[in-house]
């Protein structure tokens, strides 16, 4: 009996002790350590961005809050007129002088970096872009918070990893710990932070992930609620759905918010190639677009600003249809403008307030044809609004459950989840990919394809080329490659001329530098496609 004891014990301790070492071989508890001081530097800078935003706020609206509609209204026309513009001289020679990229960073941006393992955000131009989304959005650009707060926490986890020597599997999670941060803080929505960070950002749901996000997660939804208190974003009424029959409205729902979201993006699209394709001083640029957005806002103070008292009203049935309708096009008009003119800005925020508007028209002309059996216009808008913002950002999963979390509105999960489902479903058949994936496709990086493309395009020769330098050059007929080159240009020469080595040369003078293997260039993709598939399911 004793012997049977002491051999289940051995045998316990032979299956778990390879579990232990490779948790402290991979550096787990440093990594977990790491995701909760990220988390609570995440929350820090959310915090003082939203009172950056407010401290340039202040000097022309005299309020440092959401209530940005009701402030502006209160202005002479002038001020509201030139204050953008304003904003824009700051933001214009910020761009010029400070900006390496000339503009502010995105999501976008962090989505790249995931792919070299967070390389590439640097901690002062995060900094400097943080800066002039705060100024944009204070003087009133017509955009949202959420995006620089995301790229600013990615760029406070990618510092933090700078002189730490971790593999880069455990820097990319970093890297989406700083996110899942940013979004828990700006929404005080600690589930959707974690979501969103895997479904966006990390491209994948993995086991070994999930305790570091969700510690970075709470650690900076703790410092936003001691900060602002436990409020959600969004303060909504508690509505039902009043019949089962009204599943069809909420299906056509999704296909009005399919159309919302596609006509916003095509809307930010072409705005964009129009503005870069006007010879002007870049200084210059966010001037004129503030003039342009401040003349908007003279007729609608509404689109002013990241817009939450606004989405706010119409989640709480105050606004008019003729006014929500209005403020649709108004609201595209002046995120289309704000962001062509390289004002600082994402599109979470103006996704969310388009999609309250959409549904809360939606609700009251529903309500009009079928007086009895349609539900209050608020939860159309809290419909419309997760559906649009999960066809722009390409994140239903995270965005269904960041409504929960702003409005309370649990007792919506049917109506909400089909909705958002048809939504990004008819998105990406007409435009095939979010905001942030055509954004980076425009750079030449392409996701969608699969990790084996991008692989292919992101290794080069010099990653796996043998340096046997001998100072000739190779004959005139012969293929050559160069460091530079692409893994997927090398595999292509090696198949078309059928050899087993290519000669690599130097770009001055053509001599040969070393030599390329097609065996070790197989063996390179082998190696990063089996990494890549490790850690997306572990």
């Known amino acids: 009996m004793f012997r049977q004891v002491q051999h289940q014990i051995e045998s316990t301790r032979r299956s778990i002790e390879p579990n232990l070492v490779q948790f402290v071989e991979t550096r787990q508890p440093v990594i977990w350590l790491l995701a909760s001081g990220i988390g609570l530097l995440t929350g820090v800078a959310a915090v003082l961005f939203r009172l950056a935003i407010g401290a340039v706020q202040w000097p022309w609206l005299r309020d440092v809050g959401e209530n940005v509609a009701t402030a502006a209204a209160a202005q002479p026309w002038w001020v509201i007129l030139l204050a953008p513009a304003a904003g824009g001289l700051i933001v214009g020679l910020i761009l010029r002088y400070l900006l390496a990229a000339r503009r502010a960073g995105t999501v976008a941006d962090v989505i790249e970096a995931r792919t070299v393992s967070g390389r590439g955000l640097g901690l002062r131009q995060g900094l400097i872009g943080a800066a002039t989304s705060a100024i944009s959005l204070g003087a009133g650009a017509s955009a949202g918070r959420e995006g620089p707060v995301v790229h600013l926490g990615a760029t406070v986890a990618a510092a933090i990893c700078v002189r730490l020597q971790l593999p880069d599997s455990a820097r990319r999670t970093l890297l989406a710990c700083g996110v899942a941060g940013a979004v828990s803080a700006s929404f005080n929505a600690p589930i959707a932070g974690v979501l969103f960070a895997q479904e966006v950002i990390l491209a994948h749901f993995a086991a070994r992930t999930f305790v570091p996000l969700v510690l970075a997660s709470v650690s900076a939804t703790i410092i936003s609620r001691f900060w602002f208190g436990d409020v959600a974003a969004f303060v909504a009424p508690t509505y039902q759905i009043t019949s089962l029959w009204e599943v069809p409205a909420f299906a056509l729902l999704g296909v009005v918010a399919a159309a919302v979201a596609i006509i916003f993006q095509l809307s930010l699209k072409i705005t964009d190639r129009v503005a870069r394709s006007v ?8 001037v004129v677009g503030g003039l342009l957005v ?20 119409a989640l709480t049935r105050q606004l008019p249809l003729v006014v929500m309708l209005s403020l649709l096009v108004a609201k595209t008009a002046a995120t289309a403008i704000t962001l062509a003119s390289r004002f600082g800005g994402g599109v979470f925020s103006p996704a969310l307030y388009l999609g309250a508007m959409a549904g809360g028209s939606f609700g009251l002309i529903a309500a009009s044809v079928f007086p009895e059996a349609a539900s209050s216009q608020g939860l159309y808008a809290i419909l419309g609004m997760g559906a649009v913002a999960a066809a722009v950002l390409g994140a239903p999963i995270s965005t269904v459950v960041m409504v929960f979390e702003l409005t309370g509105g649990f007792a919506l999960s ?18 095939g990919k979010s905001w942030f994936l055509a954004q980076l496709e425009d750079r030449g990086v392409v996701l969608q394809e699969g990790p084996h493309k991008h692989l292919l395009r992101l290794k080069r020769v010099g990653d796996f080329m043998r340096a046997e330098p001998d100072g000739g050059a190779p004959a005139p007929d012969d293929p050559v490659l160069r460091r530079p080159d692409t893994l997927e240009t090398a595999l292509r020469l090696f198949d078309t001329h059928g050899a087993d080595r290519i000669a690599v040369v130097s770009p001055g003078d053509e001599r040969v530098v070393g030599w390329a293997h097609r065996v070790d260039a197989l063996a390179l993709f082998n190696r990063e496609l089996v990494a890549t598939s490790e850690e997306e399911h572990r």
């Open 279 to 286: 010879d002007m001083p870049l200084v210059l640029r966010p």
């Open 294 to 313: 401040g003349a908007i806002a003279l007729a609608f103070p509404e689109v002013l600003g990241v817009g939450y008292q606004a989405t706010d009203a």
């Open 414 to 431: 049917m109506a909400l989840l089909l909705t958002v489902s048809i939504a990004n479903g008819l998105a990406l058949a007409v435009l």
